[in-house]
Every structure is written in structure tokens, then in C-alpha cells.
């Protein structure tokens, strides 16, 4: 298993969608995961962390499942400014620094 | 205003020169990172500090130099030995190397080798 996985989409969805992304990570012994929001040409921005089993912050909601390895991002009620790629973001082995995925990319439409 | 800054935003140089990327960052963290993004990839680590004049190996460091100084400040050199230079840089800062804390970056800087 790689050390982070993404699907890289992209997701196309209609405003008012839900949409879910899914991240696979290969080091077991992780316990922070991060996800960082990245516009065309910009640079990431923290969007939401993951501590413990999962956290919600309005419209988004990550989860995380140790045993199957997996953090999940779901964004309910989608906007036109959730158009972005979304970074999924899981510590190096070292524990000294963060391995990013490649990113999903959402694209939402009116 | 706290922040990291990258200059300049876009560079242009010539095959063979090094160049020199600047990162400032006034948020008094400990440590720094570089990444590298290519079209369609994700962000790759090419060196990080812990702290001052310590610096370690990211996954892509050949054809990189860094220097760690200054606390606020963590310049990225990229020789000529760097096959493929054209890139998006991009620097970070966090309050410290443990992997629980967030990483803060910067606009970064569009380099091209024509």
C-alpha cells in the first residue's frame, strides 16, 4: 500500500450535493491526519485535523477508520466555492514531517 | 500580519544557473519545510529544519541546498544539478516538527528553466 492514496477524480457534482472523498495511508502508528484545501495555482490551506475517530466543522466532516486505514472527507450541501482540490495529508514514518496525497478534485456546478 | 512569505512569485532562469528561492516566515516556529509540486502530483518534501542550522533530507533532496541561519528564514538553492528545476516551490513553517501540528505555507514561487 502506498503511504497516502487518493482517488484524483475529478468529482463533478451539482450545488447542493454531498460528496465524499476517501484517503488510504499505510503507516498503522499514524494518529494525526490533516486535510488541506488547495485553489488552481495557490498554495494548501489547512481545512480540517483529525485526532481521534473524526471531526466536523459546519458542512464538512472527516472521518477516520484505524482498522481498515482509511480518513474520509464529506462535504454536505456544496457550494460553487468548494470547487478546489482537497489534499489528504498522513505524517511520514520518520514522524518528523507530512506525506500529501495527490488531491481529489471537486468541481461544483450551478 | 503573521505569515510566511516566498519571493519572488515567478522565476525565470536559463539551463545550468543555480537559483536562489527566498522564504521568510515571522510566525516564530521552529520548523521549516520545502516542497516541490508538479502538474497533477502531489506535494514532494525536498529538505526540512527542526531548528536553526539543522537540516535534514526530504524524499527528493539531489540537486537542492538549504541553509538554516536565521529562525525566520529558510532559503532554498537549486543548482544546476537538478534535472527537471520547473516547478511550483512551495515553503512551510510549523511551531514545531512533531506531526500533530498543522503546517502553515506560503504563495510560493513558479520556477522555470527555459
Known sequence: RKEVEQDPGPFNVPEGATVAFNCTYSNS???SFFWYRQDCRKEPKLLMSVYSSGNEDGRFTAQLNRASQYISLLIRDSKLSDSATYLCVVPHQAGTALIFGKGTTLSVSS | DGGITQSPKYLFRKEGQNVTLSCEQ???????????????????L??????????????????YSVSREKKESFP???????????????????????????????????????
Request: net charge negative; charged share 15%; proline share 4%.
Open chain 2, 76 to 114: 532554498l538553492t537549486v543548482t544546476s544539478a537538478q534535472k527537471n528545476p520547473t516547478a511550483f516551490y512551495l515553503c512551510a513553517s510549523s511551531i514545531d516538527s512533531n506531526s500533530y501540528n498543522e503546517q502553515f505555507f506560503g504563495p510560493g514561487t513558479r520556477l522555470t528553466v527555459l
Open chain 2, 46 to 63: 525536498i529538505y526540512y529544519s527542526q531548528i536553526v542550522n539543522d537540516f535534514q533530507k526530504g524524499d527528493i533532496a539531489e540537486g
Open chain 1, 29 to 31: 502508528a499514524s494518529q
Open chain 2, 26 to 44: 515571522n510566525l516564530n516556529h521552529d520548523a521549516m519545510y520545502w516542497y516541490r509540486q508538479d502538474p497533477g502530483q502531489g506535494l514532494r
